[in-house]
């Protein structure tokens, strides 16, 4: 079954992008095209100007797309409860660790990861730029959150 495949069922109205950033853009407009609502993985594009099209293809098809599917994370919650009854005080600094190595596809995988070939990954990104801006994010809200 393909991509194509899967897009033109009827019993499917969501979908959850999580290839590669350089296969994301393609794969959103497809399914934005496609009538479907959209989840997507971080970093969103390689660049403004594929996320720009993203954002019109959603537009256009007046699908629903939620990106950064990773502040949704229950884990992340408790901490977030602690922030906003201000148990902790006010965040200076946040620092999240992870046991995944951006040498590797997915956990436990042994294949080479995707984060570390910069053709994959938008300038700056790779591994940090993923786990730990949702983490952050997810537990301290938006830089503009006050």
Not at 51 to 68: E, G, I, L, N, S
Request: hydrophobic share 45%.
């Amino acid at each position: 079954m393909t991509i194509a495949d899967l897009l033109a069922r009827d019993d499917l109205d969501l979908v959850h992008i999580c290839p590669p950033v350089a296969e994301i853009p393609a794969a959103t407009i497809a399914a934005a095209d496609a009538g479907k609502h959209v989840i997507l993985g971080k970093p969103m594009a390689m660049n403004l100007e594929q996320a720009d099209a993203m954002v019109a293809a959603v537009r256009r098809a007046q699908v629903t797309c939620v990106p950064f599917q990773g502040m949704f994370r229950l884990a992340d919650a408790p901490m977030r409860k602690r922030i906003d009854a201000g148990e902790i005080g006010e965040i200076a600094v946040m620092h999240a660790t992870g046991r995944w190595s951006i040498a590797e596809d997915w956990l436990r995988s042994g294949k080479p990861g995707w984060f570390a070939d910069p053709a994959q990954v938008p300038p700056g990104g790779g591994r940090s730029s993923t786990r730990g801006s949702t983490t952050s994010t997810a537990c301290a809200g938006s830089p503009d959150r006050k």
